[in-house]
């Protein structure tokens, strides 16, 4: 590349490392904030919390970069055109289609590195998430169970416990599960402890009583006890056997899913639609970076405006990615409509690099300016200002 070619390279990644991280970082605090609750009612440390929230990091990223390089390109462009360096490099005979390669350099960064994360990061970091969560939730009867307090472990599911002693010593136990809809179990126990096996975690029980509420029968069942073991594998799975779901799933797992696999059998067009999602992930910096140039990218003198020309950008942009994701959601049940993606964003570079080949300025018709103007006038002679000419 020449002097003005790096220039431009570094000035776009630049620019796209500080909005995607800048948006990023917003996005990510929004999404953390709904997990605050692992601190609080579940007696996580903040670590735990940093580390649990951060692996959604990379399936943002994913959606945010060709956002963020659409941005960081209009931000070159108008710091070009402000300086008038545009018009200086088109008069010394550099095309607008020649100006696009740094941009495009910069765009195949981009687009490699939304690949890696769409075929590896993202998914890695949505599994380690569910193992994480499944490992946190095996674990929570020794971390999320705090005395004096209704913790609701489940849906159905209620424990309280009055106090803590040394050596894992649990002290008022109370519990109420529901997860059977044809009984009611209500425990009283002076005192328990954890016990871990392969199998899961049991509460061990000790003098209490166990109070049945059988559906059809009007009397519950009342049993004293010296010891019970209360059972809560079904409801911790010990971080181990996670069922992965589609996002979890590297890009070769989704190319070719075992003949087995029960996800894939119940669910063939989620996995085609997110298939499709991954191969497009990488086409749409692209796009984005050629929609964005044809608008900007030529050269105007200091009195013609840009602002027509950034507004289309944007509303081109967000049009088409709003047509992607309908289009995903669509090829759920129809693979014709992953086709429809395909050939729309095919048609988008296509027309984009029309317009940049051939130099084309795209302006607001006078038509519309005149009504703008005129509308202008009104509202000025309506505020009693008099309209400039």
């Not at 940093?50 to 959606?63: D, E, K």
């Not at 095996?138 to 971390?143: H, M, Y």
């Not at 126990?189 to 029968?217: C, P, Q, W």
């Not at 997110?274 to 030529?298: Q, V």
Request: charged share 15%; glycine share 8%; with cysteine.
């Amino acid at each position: 590349m020449g002097s003005i070619d790096r220039y431009i390279f570094r000035t776009t990644l630049a620019s796209f490392a500080v909005v995607l991280v800048s948006l990023t970082g917003v996005i990510w605090i929004t999404q953390a904030l709904r997990g605050i609750d692992l601190m609080t009612s579940q007696g996580q440390t903040i670590l735990t919390f940093l580390g649990v929230t951060s692996l959604v990091i990379p399936a943002l990223v994913l959606i945010i970069s060709p956002i963020a390089l659409m941005i960081a390109i209009s931000h070159t462009l108008n710091k070009l055109a402000t300086d008038s360096e545009i018009i200086v490099m088109n008069a010394a005979g550099l095309s607008p289609l020649r100006l696009f390669h740094p941009f495009l350099l910069a765009t195949l960064v981009v687009a490699l590195l939304v690949a890696f994360i769409a075929s590896y990061l993202a998914p890695d970091g949505m599994r380690r998430l569910k193992q994480w969560d499944a490992e946190i939730t095996a674990d929570v009867l020794a971390n999320i169970l705090q005395p004096g307090r209704f913790a609701q472990l489940d849906q159905n599911l209620t424990i309280r416990i009055r106090e803590r002693q040394p050596g894992g010593l649990l002290v008022g136990i109370f519990i109420d599960d529901r997860r059977d809809p044809k009984e009611r179990i209500s425990i009283v126990a002076d005192h328990g402890t954890i016990i871990k096996n392969e199998g899961g975690s049991i509460l061990v029980l000790e003098d209490g009583n166990l109070e049945r509420f059988e559906a059809g029968k009007r009397d519950p069942a009342l049993v004293a006890f010296g010891r019970y073991g209360f059972d809560m594998s079904k409801f911790s799975n010990q971080g181990h056997d996670v069922a992965l779901g589609i996002r979890e799933r590297y890009l070769w797992e989704l190319l070719s899913p075992s003949a087995g696999d029960p996800v894939y059998l119940q669910l063939p067009g989620q996995f085609r639609a997110e298939l499709h999602d991954r191969f497009m992930a990488p086409i749409y910096p692209f796009t984005f970076a050629a929609l964005t140039f044809a608008f900007l990218g030529a050269p105007r003198t200091t009195r013609q405006s840009r602002n027509f020309s950034v507004g289309g950008a944007i509303l081109a942009v967000f049009g088409l990615r709003m047509a992607g994701f309908a289009c995903s959601v669509m090829a759920v049940k129809s693979p014709l409509a992953a086709l429809a993606q395909y050939l729309m964003l095919a048609a988008a570079i296509g027309a984009s690099f029309w317009i940049i080949v051939g130099g084309i300025v795209i302006e607001p018709p006078a038509a519309l300016m005149e009504a703008i103007n005129k509308s202008n006038a009104r509202l000025l002679r309506l505020f009693g200002r008099p309209a400039t000419a």
